[in-house]
């Protein structure tokens, strides 16, 4: 291929993007190549981040944190050829039980003393503070100094319901 033509195309297949904290994702990366390329290797990864945005007046500040960054490898360095169909790499990986934080975002007021923080909140006397969960799935071919064929998925990732 050209200088900016594309090197091949890769897929992930997952039965289901909608999981709990102790399942099994099971899938098939699939990987179908243009040309012949040295790489390092095909990869899947799992990386699951907490993003937490607080608005205070009008500042605004954003604070990630990493709950699970997990890359398992599916073929070694080789050189990789073309062909008419696809290749595929069965993975599977499993969620840990507490991908969660145990601590929440902090108590949850109610009643008047509730009511007088989301008036604070809505006039931007208060800062305001959202959470956020974002969970994907990466598969990769590595390819020194040349593009990477990659594709990325967003999964659900559910968090337990706390017992009553």
Do not use: C
Request: net charge neutral; proline share 8%; no cysteine.
């Amino acid at each position: 291929m050209g200088l900016f033509g594309s090197k091949g195309k890769m897929d992930i297949i997952v039965s289901t993007v909608n999981y709990r904290p102790g399942e099994t994702i099971r899938g098939t990366v699939s990987l179908q190549l243009n040309e012949k390329v040295k790489a390092k290797g095909v990869s899947i990864r799992i990386h699951g981040v907490l993003v937490k945005r607080t608005r205070s007046g009008t500042t605004n500040q954003e604070q990630s944190i990493d709950l699970i960054d997990f890359t398992q490898t599916l073929d070694s360095e080789r050189e990789y050829s073309p062909s008419p169909a696809p290749t595929t790499d069965p993975f599977q990986i499993d969620i840990p039980l507490d991908v969660f934080p145990v601590q929440g975002p902090g108590f949850k007021a109610e009643g008047m003393l509730g009511e007088a923080l989301k008036v604070g909140q809505l006039f931007g006397a208060l800062p305001t503070t959202t959470m956020t969960y974002r969970w994907v799935l990466e598969a990769k071919i590595d390819i020194p100094w040349g593009g990477d064929v990659n594709k990325t998925i967003q999964l659900n990732i559910t968090a337990p319901t706390p017992p009553q």
